[in-house]
T-cell receptor
Framework: GNSVTQMEGPVTLSEEAFLTINCTYTATGYPSLFWYVQYPGEGLQLLLKATKADDKGSNKGFEATYRKETTSFHLEKGSVQVSDSAVYFCALSSRMDSSYKLIFGSGTRLLVRP | NAGVTQTPKFQVLKTGQSMTLQCAQDMNHNSMYWYRQDPGMGLRLIYYSASEGTTDKGEVPNGYNVSRLNKREFSLRLESAAPSQTSVYFC????????????FGNGTRLTVT
């Protein structure tokens, strides 16, 4: 079945460091790929998405490229800030009979120190 | 801009008690979902409703029931709570169109003792 694997956290970085959070997936067909972010005490918010191979999603300085050949969708940011501290979830879309759902990875906690 | 509203935010139950988690969205979305979030396991789909009047099981439906009361509201009921149902529950909605994002509520933290 379809699945998403993320690197385990926590990831601890100093402010202005480069961020990579790895995400790989297993899927039949051509899913869309998403990154969601969860700040403490809140629900998940869409960060970025890509709908086909070689697409690059970007938002708030974060980027991820849909790599079909390596089945990956790694999240990157060139210079992290303390305010980026959160849990990041990689997800893929999977069709159901009459709708679709998102399948999530286990999440990666990012802690950015001043 | 309310988006997706869940109530209550916190709840403590004793084993065997029942309760209903409420969810409402004001975005005129067709599809609604209930997920549970557990440490190290990401989010798992409990039930979903592709459109008003329909509901279907997700990955972990045992011990839960749902009602799509109207287009706006989708409730989750625990008939006889168990400690294994201690979790954070998230309601989400989407337009239902392929590739459209899910919009999440802020969650309900449930503890069953």
């Amino acid at each position: 079945g379809n699945s998403v694997t993320q690197m385990e956290g926590p990831v601890t970085l100093s402010e202005e460091a480069f961020l990579t959070i790895n995400c790989t997936y297993t899927a039949t067909g051509y899913p869309s790929l998403f990154w969601y972010v969860q700040y403490p005490g809140e629900g998940l918010q869409l960060l970025l998405k890509a709908t086909k191979a070689d697409d690059k999603g970007s938002n708030k300085g974060f980027e991820a490229t849909y790599r079909k050949e390596t089945t990956s969708f790694h999240l990157e940011k060139g210079s992290v800030q303390v305010s980026d501290s959160a849990v990041y979830f990689c997800a893929l879309s999977s069709r159901m009979d009459s709708s679709y759902k998102l399948i999530f990875g286990s999440g990666t906690r990012l802690l950015v120190r001043p | 801009n309310a988006g997706v509203t869940q109530t209550p935010k916190f709840q403590v139950l004793k084993t065997g008690q029942s309760m209903t988690l409420q969810c409402a969205q004001d975005m005129n979305h067709n599809s609604m979902y209930w997920y549970r979030q557990d440490p190290g396991m990401g989010l798992r789909l409990i039930y979903y409703s592709a459109s008003e009047g329909t509901t279907d099981k997700g990955e972990v439906p045992n011990g839960y029931n749902v009602s799509r009361l109207n287009k706006r509201e989708f409730s989750l009921r625990l008939e006889s709570a168990a400690p294994s149902q201690t979790s954070v529950y998230f309601c989400a909605s989407s337009s239902g169109l392929w590739n459209s994002p899910l919009h999440f509520g802020n969650g309900t933290r449930l503890t069953v003792t």
